[in-house]
């Protein structure tokens, strides 16, 4: 009777154990952003982020594909897929992999005590401890004056500026965000924002004159 009893006061304790460890851990927030993408006018592709956030500490999935076609033909392919760990706006690991139109190529990345390691195929540097990829989901961004490329792995000195308020096609109907133009060496892109800091779409200007566009079809947080 006494192992019985015994028994059952442990059961107990590590029944509460848990739902303390349980009520312990923070509460995870989850953002989809789901863009269609455009060239030209034309839609060719899908860009998803899924962010998930605790307190401080982030995960981020991105996934692209797209898939441009000249006279019923598919002229140009790029796939690119990444995931992210951030630890109070910086990240702390990244591994992406990209297939631009039968090229392939990857990045990774990991904090190494005050440092950032990363390495791109076969060539490895050393980075700040706290870096930020062009993360357009988290505002924090803008504030930034250099940023790395998770596709090329290129860490690239930014020029962001912001341009007012203006209104932008979100979700099939106009709404007013606000603009940032941001700039590098290697490209050139608008940038907008909702007032609540939510990205919602994004232009880019490419060689030749061609334009391409990031349009939120939906945004959703479970």
Known sequence: MKTILLMFITLQGLMLLGS??????????????DFTVFLDGDPVGQHVFRVDSSETAKKVHSEAAFNVKFLMINAYRYQHEANET????????????????????????QTKGNEFLLKRDLDQETLPACVMTFAYWNPSMLKQSRLLNPQTGDYL???ITPK???????????????????????FDMELWYADNGDWVALDSRLEGGHILKYRLGSLKTP
């Open 20 to 33: 303390l460890s349980a009520a312990a851990s923070p509460p995870t927030k989850q953002q989809v952003f």
């Open 86 to 109: 951030w630890q109070d706006n910086c990240l702390t690991s990244l591994k992406a992999s990209t297939h631009d139109n039968g090229k392939d190529s990857k990045v990774e990345g």
């Open 157 to 159: 000195d930014v020029d």
């Open 164 to 186: 007012g308020r203006e209104s932008v096609a979100v979700k099939g109907s106009e709404m007013t965000a606000n603009r940032y133009h941001l700039k590098t060496r290697e």
